[in-house]
């Protein structure tokens, strides 16, 4: 009968562990389709501003703004749920937010 509670008990922690992990991985790969969907933008921005579009781009700048937004909502609002990615998801918010505002500088700048 201990042997049996034993198992009983170890099975409830492996079922919660695994439901941690699964949480943890949904976050972490919502964060992360965050982060590979900010870094095309960026890569798109890059090409309006070779090409000297710079009223696409400005209208570009409006499209990462509002994915920017939502997706700093989602990873300071969930993206503690993975640990180990939340502070390079920060980092990349960050990153991509003064980017964005380099663009604005340039579409200024150009008349756009």
């Known amino acids: 009968m201990e042997d049996f509670l034993k198992k009983d008990k170890v099975k409830k922690i ?3 562990a695994s439901i941690l992990v ?10 992360f389709i965050f982060e590979e969907t900010l870094q095309l933008q960026t890569f798109t921005a890059f ?3 070779n090409s000297e579009d710079w009223n696409s781009l400005n209208n570009h700048i409006h499209f990462m703004e509002k994915t920017q937004n939502f ?10 749920g993975n640990p180990i990615m939340w502070p ?7 990153s991509n937010e003064a980017y964005i505002e380099a663009l604005k500088k ?3 700048k150009n008349g756009g």
């Open 14 to 16: 492996l079922w919660v």
């Open 22 to 31: 699964a949480y943890a991985g949904l976050i972490g790969f919502t964060c």
């Open 47 to 49: 090409i309006y501003t």
């Open 71 to 80: 997706a700093e909502f989602w990873v300071k609002g969930f993206g503690w």
């Open 88 to 94: 390079a998801f920060l980092s990349y918010l960050k």
């Open 106 to 108: 340039q579409v200024e």
